[in-house]
């Protein structure tokens, strides 16, 4: 099983996507923004879960992340971020996702000095978005302009440390965002951050860009080093769920059409493109 990105606010303005999805046999990852958690009504998320059902797919849910800063030291925008992420899980849980997937939101240059703080404060705010929904599925952490995987797995380690039970909390790698933001393209570091990430790693959010900037390419189309990608995880036996998330029908056509060239890379995350 895969997953492809889909966002709520394209399934609200062209609902005939999901017959696309459906058609292809595509399990959406259906991804939030603060806009349309505020505009749509939670009869439209029943009604589009019920389809989404109905359509015999499985999906999993992008929390939003636009202006959200969960370890924020202000504790107005803290505040304003617990509210969004409490209301995102609360939406989410009407889809009953397989997954959930988050932003870490590590800044750099504002928290650089404040690491462990900002660490904290961001893990009590996913802790306290997730402990109405007891028997939520595995929430993952992703890398975005992070340059150094360990603000990421610090995070993923404090969250665990205050889950109630067992751990269904982890980490999303971002190949993309590792590669461009991450400056993976001039480094080329893609080892050390498996080496961190490793003990972790639930999901893989996968596209490609050239290194200049988070394109969102069909995978080929850019500059990662698949190859080393796939075999960084086949010898550190990995076998995390993937997302695939070009963002233009064609990309998304060509990495069914790459993934369906390399079976072997895709059959073991059990991400056969058999809808391609």
Not at 1 to 26: G, Y
Not at 132 to 143: D, I, Q
Request: glycine share 8%.
């Amino acid at each position: 099983m895969f997953f492809v990105n889909l966002a709520l606010r394209a399934l609200h303005r062209e609902p005939s996507r999901l017959d696309s999805f459906a058609d292809k046999r595509l399990n959406p990852e259906l991804g939030m923004d603060p806009l349309m958690l505020d505009s749509l009504p939670p009869a439209w998320h029943r009604e589009t879960a019920g389809r989404i059902a109905d359509a015999g797919l499985a999906c999993s849910v992008h929390l939003p992340f636009f202006d959200l800063q969960p370890g924020s030291v202000d504790p107005l925008v803290l505040a304003a971020a617990r509210t969004r992420l409490r209301q995102a899980v609360d939406t989410a849980a009407i889809y009953q996702p397989r997954h959930l997937i988050a932003h870490a939101a590590y800044d750099r240059f504002l928290y650089i000095h404040s690491y462990q703080d900002w660490r904290d404060r961001a893990a009590r705010s996913f802790a306290l978005a997730l402990e109405g929904w007891p028997e939520h599925p595995p929430l993952f952490l992703e890398n975005t302009h992070e340059t150094n995987p360990v603000h990421v797995a610090g995070l993923a380690d404090a969250l665990a440390e205050l889950s109630p039970g067992p751990v269904r909390t982890g980490i999303c790698f971002d190949l993309g965002h590792w590669f461009s933001f991450g400056q993976g393209c001039v480094k080329k570091h893609l080892a050390e951050w498996f080496d961190v990430f490793a003990p972790h790693l639930g999901h893989l959010h996968l596209h490609d860009n050239d290194g200049a900037f988070d394109q969102h390419l069909g995978l080929g189309r850019g500059g990662i080093p698949w190859e080393a990608v796939f075999g960084e995880l086949a010898r550190r036996s990995l076998t995390p769920t993937v997302t695939f998330e070009p963002h233009t029908p064609e990309d998304i056509e060509h990495t069914l059409e790459f993934a369906a060239e390399h079976p072997d890379w895709f059959a073991r995350l059990g991400a056969e493109a058999t809808g391609a």
